[in-house]
């Protein structure tokens, strides 16, 4: 099932429903079980962030596709809508230290009135078709963000499983964490889709073995 959404939507979830999902109890005597975070040669996201997202899912492709996609990202605008603008800084391969400028646009919401977010971010762990781990702050009218984001590949049965994490911290954000929780988490599903769509579309329904 596609989990699309547009980018006005990741920026306009009503409050209320965030409000009611966070309220909800769990069951008596039921311990939340908090998984692992995900890390790239020992590092991982920002442990202490308010703002925290995590999601996976499994792309029906080869590895190398995935990976070339991902770590590609002057090409991020071919396939990703809500990307506007990229800058690659620097030359080379994508490594540790490889740093990229991208814009992507924030309808208006509760906290910020409508913007485009200038991200700078820069590689700071990768091992090839295995992990990445990048920084950077994120700025808009209004809006400031120090974002951490983890990404792991794994080869399984059907495809690639690709997980990622990422945390934000800044004023705003902190202002209301279930609200920013949430646009977080449905941010990380759309860019997933995304991957998921360009990825099997090139592999042309490759399954790997």
């Known amino acids: 099932m596609s989990r699309a959404r547009t980018a006005a939507a990741l920026f306009t979830v009503p409050l209320l429903t965030?409000?009611?999902?966070?309220?909800?109890?769990?069951?008596?005597?039921?311990?939340?079980?908090?998984?692992?975070?995900?890390?790239?040669?020992?590092?991982?996201?920002?442990?202490?962030?308010?703002?925290?997202?995590?999601?996976?899912?499994?792309?029906?492709a080869p590895l190398s596709t995935v990976w070339k996609?991902?770590?590609?990202v002057e090409r991020w605008p071919d396939w990703q809508a809500h990307v506007t603008s990229m800058e690659r800084l620097g030359h080379g391969p994508f490594r540790p230290g490889t740093a990229f400028r991208w814009t992507t646009p924030v309808p208006p919401n509760p906290a910020t009135p409508a913007t485009s977010l200038d991200i700078t971010s820069t590689v700071r762990q990768s091992e090839r078709g295995s992990c990445i781990r990048w920084t950077g702050p994120a700025v808009g009218e209004g809006l400031h963000i120090d974002g951490v984001h983890v990404w792991t590949f794994t080869p399984v049965r059907g495809g690639v499983l690709v997980r990622t994490e990422e945390t934000h911290t800044g004023a705003q954000v902190d202002a209301n964490v279930p609200y920013a929780t949430e646009v977080l988490k449905q941010g990380l599903e759309a860019w997933l889709d995304a991957l998921e769509t360009e990825a099997e579309s090139r592999a042309g329904g490759h399954r790997p073995c």
């Open 18 to 60: 965030v409000a009611l999902a966070t309220a909800v109890a769990a069951p008596a005597g039921a311990v939340p079980r908090t998984p692992k975070p995900l890390t790239c040669q020992g590092q991982g996201v920002d442990a202490r962030a308010k703002v925290r997202a995590r999601t996976e899912t499994v792309i029906d």
């Open 69 to 72: 996609l991902q770590t590609e």
